[in-house]
């Protein structure tokens, strides 16, 4: 089994920070790519922030210069700083890993349970 679990998330004033984190455990062979999706109420999931195993990063419009994306491969966890954040970024914050399990050699994603950040003006 594996399981992606996040933590850091809570309510934070108009231009505050926060910084989330996301821990992949279990029988993890190798991780590919992590990243962080989000969903506020009525609209779909997006990607927000993607990091390769390489260190590649890529960002939506939205969060570039304020959000920050970073993983240690070593403890299979990936980091979401998040800094002047505003009121729509107010959303439920989703982890995501595309791994590969032990003796289960193709690529799948996987996601965690989801974190909430609410942002108040």
């Known amino acids: 089994q594996v399981q992606l679990v996040e933590s850091g998330g809570g309510l934070v004033q108009a231009g505050g920070s926060l910084r989330l984190s996301c821990a992949a455990s279990g029988s993890i062979f190798s991780i590919n790519t992590m990243g962080w999706y989000r969903q506020a109420p009525g609209k779909q999931r997006e990607l927000v922030a993607g990091?390769?195993?390489?260190?590649?990063?890529n960002y939506a419009d939205s969060v570039k210069g304020r959000f920050t994306i970073s993983r240690d491969n070593a403890k299979n966890t990936v980091y979401l700083q998040m800094n002047s954040l505003k009121p729509e970024d107010t959303a439920l914050y989703y982890c995501?890993?595309?791994?590969?399990?032990?003796?289960?050699?193709?690529?799948?994603?996987?996601w965690g349970q989801g974190t909430q950040v609410t942002v108040s003006s």
């Open positions: 990091i390769t195993s390489g260190g590649s990063t």
């Open positions: 995501n890993a595309d791994l590969s399990r032990v003796g289960v050699r193709t690529l799948n994603p996987y």
